[in-house]
């Protein structure tokens, strides 16, 4: 037990702190490379990640403008079935005038 039993001398204790030193010095050594590489790693997942939402907004607006063309040829079919309505009612309501113009002569015609 008494071999195990050291006294902390002086030289000792000096070559204690140099060896902490050391290891503290290689920690902020690995430290600064660990950080450093993240830095890295960090940038690189950015720029990854800015490609990948410029290829998702291309590909957004592509659709988008399919979309915006289906409702332009979808409005300008409503808008001709419209005006073919209108010009049917004209016509109709027309044939409806010149036939009670028509019914009107006759009914003057026959009280005269």
């Known amino acids: 037990m008494e071999a ?7 030289d ?5 702190a140099e060896r902490m030193e050391a290891g503290f010095a290689q920690a902020r050594v690995d430290l600064a490379s660990t950080r450093e590489e993240l830095r890295r790693e960090i940038r690189a997942q950015g ?18 403008a399919g979309l915006r063309n289906d409702v332009t ?3 300008d079919s409503m808008n001709e079935i419209l ?9 109709f309501s027309g044939g409806l005038c010149a036939a009670l113009i028509a ?10």
């Open 103 to 112: 019914a009107l002569g006759a009914l003057v015609a026959a009280t005269l």
């Open 4 to 10: 195990m039993h050291q006294n902390w001398t002086d």
């Open 73 to 75: 040829t979808r409005l």
């Open 47 to 64: 720029a990854e990640l800015r490609r990948e939402i410029k290829g998702q907004s291309v590909e957004l607006r592509s659709e988008m």
């Open 83 to 91: 005006a073919s309505g209108q010009r049917m009612m004209i016509l």
């Open 12 to 16: 000792r204790m000096d070559e204690l």
